[in-house]
């Protein structure tokens, strides 16, 4: 074959060597940055394949082709870094688009962290200063090199499950994404309508399970749901010392405070999806979450091509003062227009601070915020009729912004009652700080709230949009290790937490709305919601769950009795795990049983939670 001589020659040789040396180097800068630690084979084979595939780059290249690989290396290790030490993955190239949005732009990029962007770029120009001293006449055999390196990306993208866990390397992962970038941009082999599941399907399955009290009461409370973005349940000692968990953020004052006013929280509860929209959309309409790449399902109520038909729609037609606050910017995915298609009367985001300095970025940080909906709240529980409020931070979102206020209290050292970790290189500092600013913030919050009376009639949610915290030791191997939610719940009466399933019960996002109905008296009118209510303690039926992972791209399966699938995007492979159900992060252990779904029934279940309701003009026309 004729690739093989040029790739025995030495000057190849010498380029591969070279670009694996810096691959591995720019693997120490990730580690340090992210404090994500790999698994060492995975990392091994990974680094190899993209040392191949950087070599033949390097020798193909000269010129403006040359000047453009230094760049795009530079951009691309950047990215990849700050992508691990947010989310813990790397980054997926069909989400590129997103980050042409204004407020992605000043809320993510624009801000300190941009400073290593050009020290990756000088450290690509580097590589290529190396390369050229070391072969200056690199060989020319174009067509074997294309060939072999072709070769390599297809046996890369064969070898691993996911193609941006953090053992994968940063150039043959990109690579490997080009196909199914090109070929199949939107994932539309999930969603594509091309199948449906059939009756004996759904004899066979329970994913589509909805079970709720519906007992009666005269009694409405208020409901104050306060999501809080990014927030794992991994990061509470005792729910990570329950699954032996290995947290880079422990809440522990925030975890006193939920217990001493009386909160319960779950140790078994799931993020079904990551980013905001995703998880929104689950909590507020008890629905799955769109497990496509897009993210669709509230641009189609946004933009009119679907009816909601949501959880503070039902409260507002029964008399309640629906109202949306966060701290982002209401316009970013659509919200300003999907919150009140959804039922919500009041909706507010950044625009409600005055404060320039205060809501630049993606909005004003903790302090603040809580500050301002710890007001609004006081006045709004003067009004005769229940209320039900929902919240959502945005202190803890990369580039996690914490204040003015609370840096200079950190200086002085009497911020936390905790000691800090005392070591130089801190990966996870900013989102540990940023959490834990949250959490102070959120323990005013609540004192205030009950100082003033409005926590006598309200039942009190704590969750989130999302949980991507970095909880496991051994980040590559286990299940679910981005899904990792959190689910605390205080009743009015915290005496009637017996009434609400144990910690251990397995709960999920879209478990929320069908509780607070429930609570409120009008379980009755959950229609078409899925999931169980937290008040149904004997719930006959084990039910089955669909999760996903957008950033890795892996989707699974869960039964309640103790079954996991985890496949990959295209669901052709999948993984067979065993957990204890009372134990669910810390017990997974993988088994030789063959998938409980054929590929037909996976395809058709992620299709069916997949499809909204068509447009009805007479639920629409109710809308404000």
């Known amino acids: 074959m004729r690739f093989f001589p040029v790739l025995t020659d030495q000057r190849f040789l010498t380029t591969f060597v070279l670009a694996f040396v810096w691959l591995l180097l720019v693997r120490a800068g990730f580690i340090l940055q992210s404090g994500v630690w790999p698994s060492l084979p995975g990392t091994v084979g990974g680094d190899l394949a993209g040392a191949f595939i950087l070599a033949v780059l390097l020798t193909l290249a000269s010129g403006l082709p040359r000047t453009a690989l230094v760049v795009l290396l530079g951009c691309a290790a950047y990215v990849a870094g700050m992508h691990l030490t947010v989310h813990g993955t790397l980054f997926q190239l069909t989400f590129a688009g997103k980050s042409l949005n204004p407020t992605f732009i000043t809320g993510s990029l624009l801000n300190v962290y941009l400073v290593l962007l050009p020290f990756y770029i000088f450290f690509a120009w580097v590589l290529h200063r190396a390369h050229r001293k070391l072969v200056p006449e690199p060989p020319r055999d174009s067509a074997g090199l294309v060939g072999a390196a072709v070769a390599v990306v297809v046996v890369y993208s064969l070898s691993f499950p996911s193609l941006t866990t953090p053992a994968n390397n940063v150039v043959a992962s990109v690579f490997s994404q080009i196909p199914g970038a090109v070929l199949n941009p939107l994932g539309i082999a999930i969603g594509d309508g091309?199948?449906?599941?059939?009756?004996?399907?759904?004899?066979?399955?329970?994913?589509?399970?909805?079970?709720?009290?519906?007992?009666?009461?005269?009694?409405?409370?208020?409901?104050?749901?306060?999501?809080?973005?990014?927030?794992?349940?991994?990061?509470?000692?005792?729910?990570?010392?329950?699954?032996?968990?290995?947290?880079?953020?422990?809440?522990?004052?925030?975890?006193?405070?939920?217990?001493?006013?009386?909160?319960?929280?779950?140790?078994?509860?799931?993020?079904?999806?990551?980013?905001?929209?995703?998880?929104?959309?689950?909590?507020?309409?008890?629905?799955?979450?769109?497990?496509?790449?897009?993210?669709?399902?509230?641009?189609?109520?946004?933009?009119?091509?679907?009816?909601?038909?949501?959880?503070?729609?039902?409260?507002?037609?029964?008399?309640?003062?629906?109202?949306?606050?966060?701290?982002?910017?209401?316009?970013?995915?659509?919200?300003?227009?999907?919150?009140?298609?959804?039922?919500?009367?009041?909706?507010?985001?950044?625009?409600?601070?005055?404060n320039q300095e205060v809501i630049e970025g993606w909005g004003p940080p903790d302090p603040q915020y809580f500050r301002n909906v710890t007001e609004r709240l006081i006045d709004?529980?003067?009004?005769?009729?229940?209320?039900?409020?929902?919240?959502?931070?945005?202190?803890?979102?990369?580039?996690?912004?914490?204040?003015?206020?609370?840096?200079?209290?950190?200086?002085?050292?009497?911020?936390?009652?905790?000691?800090?970790?005392?070591?130089?290189?801190?990966?996870?500092?900013?989102?540990?700080?940023?959490?834990?600013?949250?959490?102070?913030?959120?323990?005013?919050?609540?004192?205030?709230?009950e100082a003033n009376g409005v926590l006598d009639n309200t039942l009190v949610i704590l969750t989130?949009?999302?949980?991507?915290?970095?909880?496991?030791?051994?980040?590559?191997?286990?299940?679910?290790?981005?899904?990792?939610?959190?689910?605390?719940?205080?009743?009015?009466?915290?005496?009637?937490?017996?009434?609400?399933?144990?910690?251990?019960?397995?709960?999920?996002?879209?478990?929320?709305?069908?509780?607070?109905?429930?609570?409120?008296?009008?379980?009755?009118?959950?229609?078409?919601?899925?999931?169980?209510?937290?008040?149904?303690?004997?719930?006959?039926?084990?039910?089955?769950?669909?999760?996903?992972d957008t950033y890795t791209g892996l989707k699974y399966f869960l039964r309640e009795t103790g079954q996991l699938l985890t496949c990959t995007e295209l669901m052709t492979t999948c993984t067979s795990w065993a957990f204890d159900p009372d134990r669910v992060f810390g017990s997974f252990r993988e088994t030789d049983e063959p998938p409980f779904l054929e590929l037909e029934e996976r395809l058709a279940l992620f299709e069916n939670a997949t499809n909204q309701d068509p447009v009805d003009e007479n639920i629409t026309s109710q809308s404000p």
């Open 194 to 354: 091309a199948l449906e599941s059939d009756e004996k399907l759904e004899q066979k399955t329970n994913f589509f399970h909805q079970q709720i009290t519906s007992r009666p009461t005269d009694n409405h409370p208020n409901v104050l749901l306060i999501m809080i973005e990014g927030l794992s349940g991994g990061y509470f000692p005792e729910v990570s010392r329950y699954h032996d968990l290995e947290p880079t953020v422990t809440l522990e004052d925030l975890e006193k405070t939920l217990k001493n006013k009386g909160f319960r929280i779950y140790r078994n509860s799931l993020s079904m999806e990551r980013q905001t929209d995703r998880g929104t959309y689950s909590i507020i309409c008890g629905r799955y979450p769109d497990f496509r790449r897009p993210s669709d399902k509230m641009d189609n109520v946004a933009e009119g091509r679907t009816t909601p038909d949501c959880l503070p729609g039902k409260l507002r037609d029964n008399g309640y003062h629906t109202a949306y606050w966060q701290a982002a910017p209401i316009e970013f995915m659509q919200k300003d227009k999907f919150m009140p298609k959804a039922g919500f009367i009041d909706v507010t985001g950044a625009e409600e601070f005055d």
């Open 464 to 548: 989130s949009d999302e949980s991507g915290g970095f909880v496991r030791e051994d980040h590559e191997t286990m299940p679910l290790n981005n899904n990792v939610g959190v689910l605390a719940i205080r009743p009015p009466d915290p005496d009637n937490l017996s009434r609400y399933a144990s910690e251990n019960a397995i709960t999920a996002q879209f478990d929320v709305p069908l509780t607070i109905l429930d609570a409120a008296g009008y379980g009755d009118q959950a229609g078409d919601m899925i999931g169980r209510s937290l008040l149904v303690n004997n719930d006959p039926e084990r039910r089955d769950i669909m999760l996903a």
């Open 380 to 449: 709004l529980n003067q009004r005769t009729s229940p209320w039900f409020v929902t919240l959502l931070n945005v202190g803890t979102h990369h580039p996690f912004n914490i204040g003015e206020e609370a840096e200079k209290e950190l200086e002085s050292g009497t911020y936390f009652a905790n000691p800090e970790d005392e070591s130089l290189i801190k990966p996870q500092e900013a989102r540990s700080q940023a959490m834990k600013v949250m959490g102070k913030s959120l323990g005013k919050f609540l004192e205030e709230l």
